[in-house]
Every structure is written in C-alpha cells, then in structure tokens.
C-alpha cells in the first residue's frame, strides 16, 4: 500500500470511529436527561401527597430564595415520607416548625477574635 491510501483508511476509520461515539454519546445524553426528568417527577408527585397546598407554596417560596436549603428541606421530607414518619398530609404550621429544626441545626456562629498584641505593636504611635 502507498502512503496516500493507507492515510485515505485511517481517515475514513476515524470519521467512522467519530461518528460512532456521536451517536452512542447523544443515546446516553438522552437516556440520562429522561432519567432525570423521571426522578424530578416523582418528588413533585411525592411532595404533592406529602404537603398541603400553603406548605407547597412555602417551600417552593423557600427554594427560590435559598436553592441549597430548599433542596435539603425537600430530600428531609421524601425521606420521611418513605420511611412512614408522616401520617398525613404536612401544613404550613407544620413546615415551619420542621424549618426552624432544621434552622437549628445548621445554625452557625460568628466568633471574631481580635489579637491586642499586635494592635499593640503598630508603629504609627511613633511618629508623634
């Protein structure tokens, strides 16, 4: 084989290679976001059974303005649901008090410690 024909298979190789792994990556992408649409679907559809209409809308509210807890406020609940904790519907009463728990919990404390030894050492005093 001459050069120019065995660089023609190595280029229609790697295009079939290339086109190959187009497909199969845009069949996981796809199996995936489907996997994902399905997982969204269920815990609005378990929160939905869990919680009253107000509490809902406290927690999406919640959501919006801090994603992180609302998240972690949400797993709490589906947890609790799957495990039989809750005997019916949560409120908002109850929502809030399970907030402030979780409030607790998380709560951190700002300690600001001030070193007077260097504050003692600063030398723009000398130069009156």
């Known amino acids: 084989m001459s050069d120019p024909e065995l660089e023609a298979i190595r280029q229609q190789r790697l295009a079939q290679l290339q086109s190959q792994y187009k497909t199969d990556n845009a069949e996981n992408k796809q199996t ?4 994902m ?12 059974q869990v919680l009253d ?11 919006l303005g801090k994603p992180e807890k609302g998240k972690m406020v949400e797993g709490m ?9 809750i005997p019916g519907k949560l409120g908002e009463k109850e929502l809030i008090s399970l907030l402030e728990s979780v409030n607790q919990r998380t709560q951190r404390t700002t300690v600001v410690k001030f070193d007077r030894r260097r504050a ?5 005093d000398d130069d009156l």
């Open 120 to 124: 003692a050492l600063d030398s723009d």
């Open 37 to 48: 649409q399905r997982t969204e679907e269920m815990r609005n559809f378990i929160l939905t």
């Open 32 to 35: 995936m976001e489907e996997k």
């Open 77 to 85: 609940i589906l947890t609790m649901a799957q495990q039989g904790q």
């Open 53 to 63: 209409q107000s509490a809902r809308a406290r927690l999406n509210t919640l959501s």
